[in-house]
DNA sequence: ATGTAATTGATAATGATTATCAAAATCAGG
DNA sequence: CCTGATTTTGATAATCATTATCAATTACAT
């Protein structure tokens, strides 16, 4: 299911999937709806196939961010995290736990009355992103 | 009364204004609503004075984001930017034009429902951060 | 004045990412 | 199947942003 809609992209730009790069998109299906820096890939990769090598994850990872089969961005930390992109196209609204660093996903898309807003006002809108900071239940203080 | 409040701050946190810092701090306030990096600092402060150290500027922008004078984010791009932070809480809304990377603010403090809306499943949220990705109305080929 | 503490600037060290390049794997046509 | 051309890989060097180090300067409190 995953993987057939991913083949697809893959096929449409002309995307071998050699070993290495079937390793990491597995990496990346197993930890669907998680957020990996590029070395946490490398090193889950590593676990399936030990000789990858780390140039050839961050290749891997750029260029499926570039074909939409990841959503690549950027955290406070100041590295780059990829996670799976199903398709759908808003999904990128964040949760980051200030205590325990867990990123969780929101699933509401309120945002687009605003686009709408920002529409009339001569933007042209393509894509949103929405963090909140704070503590996640398990770390809140008040549970 | 820009200074005013900035000065409160800086007291407050036992933070001096040695010469250095208030040109980094200068530099901030002539640039108030863009989002300088680093180096972006720097070159604009030697303009003002010859021979100020990038170290300075690091240290003094790291400090001063951390006493919330300055707000500190990280944009597709890769490096912390900072933008004077001007007391009120909820303004980090910002549209960043793919086009001519001009990134400007929302005023619109569109998330408390969404935010009321996590709390109630148990999230505790300190803050948040809403980055839209388009195109500004001078780059917006509809215009 | 003077000794102590804070700050500075140059630069080394680090961490993440990107570029380079020779070797290995894969492909397409005979 | 061979074989030459192309793609991909892994090791590693290069780069870029940031942080740490440290001796020299500056400011402070007595």
């Known amino acids: 299911m995953v993987w057939k809609t991913i083949s697809k992209k893959l096929d449409e730009n002309e ?36 000789n990858i090598g780390i140039a050839t994850v961050y290749r891997t990872l750029e260029k499926l961010a570039s074909i939409d089969v990841l959503y690549k961005t950027i955290f406070e930390g100041g590295k780059y995290r990829y996670e799976l992109s199903l398709g759908e196209s808003h999904q990128h609204h964040h949760i980051i736990c200030l205590q325990c660093g867990h990123i969780s996903e929101v699933e509401e ?11 009339k006002q001569g933007y042209k809108i393509l894509d949103h992103e929405l963090k909140f900071y704070g503590y996640c239940p398990q770390c809140n203080p008040k549970n």
Request: no cysteine; hydrophobic share 35%.
């Open 109 to 119: 898309d309120l945002l687009h009355n605003l686009e709408i807003h920002l529409e």
């Open 15 to 50: 995307y071998r999937l050699t070993p290495q790069r079937e390793v990491i998109l597995q990496v990346m299906i197993d930890n669907r709806g998680k957020h990996l820096s590029a070395d946490e890939v490398y090193i889950e990769a590593r676990g399936k196939s030990s």
